[in-house]
């Protein structure tokens, strides 16, 4: 009986959960765009959007305690309608919701010991 109340409760999907629904998300909207394409359609925002309307996804649970966030929507959403008018898997928001490219600052070269710490200051 406990095993059921803790279902019926509900709880948070795992980060990996949630990221592997996300890669399914996105391989439906390239699944829809090839569809687009058999009945020559381009595929655009509108029409994505339309595919997703029409799939009806129900995302895992992203709070402990049961419910789906609007953010967590918002982001499958987003997965389904980028994958399907690019034709490619999207990367996933990182867990700490940082962008998955970080810009390297630009730096003068190595001085000429090679060493890090020479390049790092101004000679003086």
Request: charged share 25%.
């Amino acid at each position: 009986m406990a095993v059921v109340a803790l279902a019926a409760s509900g709880c948070a999907a795992s980060y990996e959960d949630r990221m592997k629904y996300l890669d399914e998300i996105a391989q439906k909207g390239i699944d829809y765009r090839a569809k687009l394409y058999e009945q020559k359609t381009e595929p655009s925002t509108e029409a994505c959007k339309i595919g997703f309307d029409l799939l009806k996804a129900n995302p895992p649970q992203d709070q402990d305690g049961g419910g789906t966030s609007s953010k967590w929507k918002e982001q499958v959403e987003e997965a389904y309608i980028k994958s399907c008018v690019t034709g490619e898997l999207k990367p996933k928001p990182d867990v700490e919701g940082v962008d998955a490219v970080t810009p390297v600052p630009v730096t003068a070269p190595p001085g000429p010991s090679g060493s890090p710490s020479a390049s790092a200051s101004p000679a003086t």
